[in-house]
């Protein structure tokens, strides 16, 4: 199962992660909360990890038509639940602020999806996407005049989707 030292805190860490988010997470999202975002772990460490707790059973892929998302399975949680106890208080109380603050801007970040590209005429598409667990709940796609707009709108796309999602809702239900 686990095996003593660094390595096996660093898992749990992992697991404590996961715990706390509460939803799948990418591997762009566990990396940078992981290591960019904190010093939790190193990045070859995180990117070993993540491959090892797979072979292991402690999460299991959950495929999607974008990027793969990861979650905990209930032997990764059982684990978590009996050897918690060795990541340092310190460690556990710095992840779970950290989570409470940023856990919305982490999942705007998952299910938010936006790319563009020019089109021959020298206009540009511009591809809009609200990811749900299994499939894509809203994708719209359109045409832009020019690269400074496609890139607006594609900035604000992570702030502006729930919202965007509720007009076109209310607007084609009511």
Not at 8 to 30: A, G, Q
Not at 115 to 128: A, C, M, P, W
């Amino acid at each position: 199962m686990l095996v003593r030292g660094e390595t096996s805190v660093n898992k749990l860490i992992l697991l404590f992660v996961f715990d706390k988010m509460e939803c799948p997470l990418s591997e762009r999202t566990i990396v940078d909360m992981c290591t960019s975002s904190n010093d939790w772990l190193n990045y070859m460490d995180c990117m070993v990890l993540i491959q090892k707790m797979l072979q292991d059973g402690f999460i299991c892929e959950i495929p999607t038509s974008d990027d793969p998302l990861y979650t905990i399975t209930p032997e990764g949680r059982e684990t978590l639940a009996n050897f918690y106890i060795n990541i340092p208080k310190s460690r556990r109380e710095e992840i779970s602020r950290f989570i409470k603050t940023n856990s919305v801007k982490y999942r705007k970040r998952q299910e938010c999806k936006s790319d563009y590209y020019q089109n021959k005429d020298g206009s540009y598409t511009v591809f809009l996407k609200i990811l749900g667990n299994v499939q894509p709940i809203l994708e719209l796609k359109f045409v832009v005049p020019d690269k400074k707009t496609a890139n607006y709108i594609y900035k604000q796309w992570e702030d502006k989707a729930a919202e965007l999602y509720s007009v076109v809702s209310e607007t084609l239900v009511d």
